[in-house]
């Protein structure tokens, strides 16, 4: 396995693969890797001839320097990992090489950056565009993945693919869950012990709601959600919405489409943990 950290080796590696005429799948992360990161990884060396794993911590994506700074930084744990999965290529480069100068590209993707992580985390997706697309530029991949546990990000990706017309496949890869339910995070990695277990109410509480929303109205089930989150000693609810799968907008009944999923983010003590859940 190839680790480069100039955009110039990358795409000296990536010319020859391209020659021969050999797919190429992308997995963006910002290392950490867990199992979660590795079902990404499986799923491309399945479908691809190279797989790449870029394992940068993008600046532009946090509004939180806080957030930055705290960031769990492991690569050489993640390259063993990627190698034992036969990953060809890790592009793990500077902030310097990717942001030369500052990217002062500005994004849009209206209505589905206006709601959840868009309201509150500012500019969060406009860095999550101007690296995703940076990545799509250098690499040119076939096929890029990435975990539906990020479900805004996932749908912001595909419509920021369509927008700038791009010619390759977004790959969704469902959520991998710890066995008691907690969805993988890089951020569990911050979590105490105390708070570990505490944090497993989220989920918890996501797969009671699914079963509950079959004899109640969806009203009662984001109350009954946001209540059992509420009454944590150590969660603090940032929002929980029950959304169109497709356009994110708020839906306020259950007949209203047929793709609806809800959405939360809670705080863990200062550990920012992200869920979903499909109802419809
Ligand atoms: O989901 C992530 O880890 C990041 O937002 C991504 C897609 C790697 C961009 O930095």
Redesign the pocket.
């Known amino acids: 396995m190839l680790v480069v950290e100039t955009v110039g080796k990358l795409q000296t590696f990536l010319a020859e693969a391209r020659a021969s005429g050999k797919s190429i799948g992308l997995v963006?992360?910002?290392g950490a890797l867990h199992r979660g990161h590795a079902s990404l990884v499986e799923q491309s060396v399945k479908d691809n001839d190279i797989t790449v794993v870029?394992v940068?911590?993008?600046p532009t994506?946090f509004n939180d320097k806080g957030d930055l700074e705290c960031y769990p930084r492991t690569l050489d744990a993640d390259c063993r990992l990627l190698e034992s999965l036969d990953a060809d290529c890790v592009f793990a480069p500077s902030v310097e090489e990717v942001y030369p100068e500052p990217d002062t590209r500005v994004f849009e993707f209206p209505p589905l950056d206006k709601v959840m992580e868009g309201i509150y985390r500012p500019g969060h997706f406009n860095?999550?565009a101007q690296?995703?697309s940076k990545?799509f530029m250098y690499i040119e991949p076939t096929r890029a993945y990435?975990?539906e546990k990020?479900f805004q990000?996932l749908a912001i990706?595909r419509e920021m693919v369509r927008q700038l017309d791009l010619n390759l496949e977004i790959v969704g890869c469902p959520i991998v869950r710890e066995t008691d339910g907690l969805a993988l995070s890089?951020r569990n990695a911050l979590l105490t012990p105390r708070q570990r277990n505490v944090s497993l109410v989220i989920s918890k509480v996501l797969f009671t709601s699914v079963d509950y929303s079959k004899s109640h109205s969806l009203a009662d089930t984001k109350r009954m959600v946001e209540q059992a989150i509420d009454s944590t000693k150590g969660l603090k609810l940032e929002y929980y919405e029950i959304v169109d799968g497709a356009t994110l907008q708020r839906v306020e009944s259950w007949d209203e489409t047929d793709y609806i999923m809800g959405c939360i983010t809670v705080y863990c003590g200062k550990v920012r943990l992200i869920d979903n859940i499909r109802y419809k």
């Open positions: 963006p992360t910002m870029s940068f911590v993008n994506q860095g999550v690296i995703v990545l990435f975990g990020d990000q990706i890089s």
